[in-house]
Nanobody
Framework: QVQLVESGGGLVQPGGSLRLSCAAS????????MAWYRQAPGKQRELVAH???????TYLDSVKGRFTISRNNAKNTVDLQMNSLKPEDTAVYYC??????????WGRGTQVTVSS
């Protein structure tokens, strides 16, 4: 079983920055893809950023140029640097990974609130 623990969420003013981190532990096997999703109240969960084992990245259009996803394979971690935050970025952010057998694992989420 894989455990994912997110950290780094909190309250920030519009225009501010936060860095989210996710650490994987347990029966990880070989991690393939890693990603961050978010879910705002009353909305569906959406993919924010995705990174492959070869460091290819994709982003939600609304965060391009503001967010950066990165991973450390030696530490089994994935980070999300979020700059120029907007109130519409307010959501619970979830870490997600898949291994090479196709199994996926979710973290419990961390709250990000952007408000003045």
């Amino acid at each position: 079983q894989v455990q994912l623990v997110e950290s780094g969420g909190g309250l920030v003013q519009p225009g501010g920055s936060l860095r989210l981190s996710c650490a994987a532990s347990g029966s990880i096997g070989s991690i393939n893809t890693m990603a961050w999703y978010r879910q705002a109240p009353g909305k569906q969960r959406e993919l924010v950023a995705h990174i492959t084992s070869t460091d290819m990245t994709t982003y939600l259009d609304s965060v391009k140029g503001r967010f950066t996803i990165s991973r450390n394979n030696a530490k089994n971690t994935v980070d999300l640097q979020m700059n120029s935050l907007k109130p519409e970025d307010t959501a619970v952010y979830y870490c997600y990974l898949t291994d090479y057998s196709g199994r996926g694992s979710w973290g419990r989420g961390t709250q990000v609130t952007v408000s003045s």
